[in-house]
């Protein structure tokens, strides 16, 4: 690990988190977790926004290991063989995340669009993550991969003030010092006009009927062309990933896994390789049942 980034794999997510939490313990935060989705495709449920905002944030440290501003070089990834295996959209490390610095200029009227085009939820009043409020030239943005909202004010186009904030009260947290925010996406499908392009043209050839199931793929479709995110739509990233409109037969081939997104030569380190393989198999067998069954 001393020489670049060390991937360890283990079978389960209890597993997961125990190893990170005891390497973080060594080497601090060049020790990260690389999880997995906490859903299936079957059961249209989104994954989390932390779990996503986890993952974006390793995704980015590894593709950018000399930026200061996303933590030390990532020496250790932990992550399970469910989450190392998982198709992935590839260009999700080419998503830009919002940036913020104090004393630094950023359009107003544009941050706001962009953090509705990253999934970000706006609200009155933030309470969780992955939410945004504005109230005249002040927005509160609760990042997916922060331990509290940061409230950032302008003066014109200048970031003139940054600071955390307590959900609870909404009252400045002043011991913890913020000079900038990084704010990764909250989903891993993104509804680009490339996306809702696709969405729309898949429900044209399966329309919604009269006594459609909500929540059923030609009701998520229609959705989703209309520009309306839906819980378990990352179930359909074959289908609508940016980068074509290729058949379901040929899909696969263009989507990524984690070890795309490794440097060349990284080690795997896999712990209880009889327990990683029995998961693995189990998971294929899933995969396999849920393919078959759609």
């Not at 003030?161 to 909404?170: L, N, T």
């Not at 793929?217 to 289908?239: R, T």
């Not at 070890?259 to 396999?288: F, N, Y």
Request: aromatic share 4%; proline share 8%.
């Amino acid at each position: 690990a001393q020489a670049g980034p060390l991937v360890v794999v283990t079978a389960t997510g209890r597993e997961a988190d125990d190893l990170t939490a005891e390497l973080r313990g060594v080497f601090g935060d060049s020790a990260a977790l690389f999880p997995s989705w906490e859903t299936l495709p079957h059961e249209r449920l989104s994954p989390g926004v932390e779990t996503v905002g986890a993952r974006m944030m390793v995704l980015r440290r590894l593709a950018n290991p000399d930026d200061a501003r996303l933590g030390p070089p990532l020496r250790v990834v932990v992550a399970t063989v469910r989450s190392l295996v998982q198709p992935m959209a590839p260009d999700l490390v080419d998503i830009e995340p919002v940036t913020l610095t104090l004393g630094e200029e950023a359009d107003f009227n544009d941050l706001v669009h962009r953090l509705v085009e990253l999934a970000y939820t706006r609200v009155d009043m933030v309470g969780k993550r992955g939410e945004f409020a504005v109230r005249g030239g002040i927005v509160d943005v609760f990042p997916p991969t922060a331990e509290h909202p940061v409230r950032v004010e302008f003066w014109g186009d200048e970031v003139s003030e940054m600071r955390m904030f307590a959900v609870a009260d909404q009252r400045s947290i002043p011991d913890i010092d913020v000079d900038t925010v990084i704010a990764v996406p909250c989903r891993e499908l993104l509804l680009t006009d490339d996306v809702r392009i696709r969405a729309f043209e898949l429900s044209a050839e399966h329309p919604r009927t009269g006594n459609e199931v909500p929540g059923s793929v030609p009701d998520m479709l229609a959705k989703l062309g209309e520009g309306i995110p839906v819980d378990g739509m990352e179930a359909l990233l074959p289908l609508l990933r940016p980068t074509g409109a290729a058949t379901a037969a040929t899909s696969d081939t263009e989507l990524s896994q984690l070890s795309d997104h490794l440097p060349a030569q990284t080690p795997l380190l896999i712990c209880d390789p009889e327990k990683v393989r029995t998961r693995a198999a189990d998971l294929i067998k899933t995969g396999r049942e849920f393919l078959e069954a759609s």
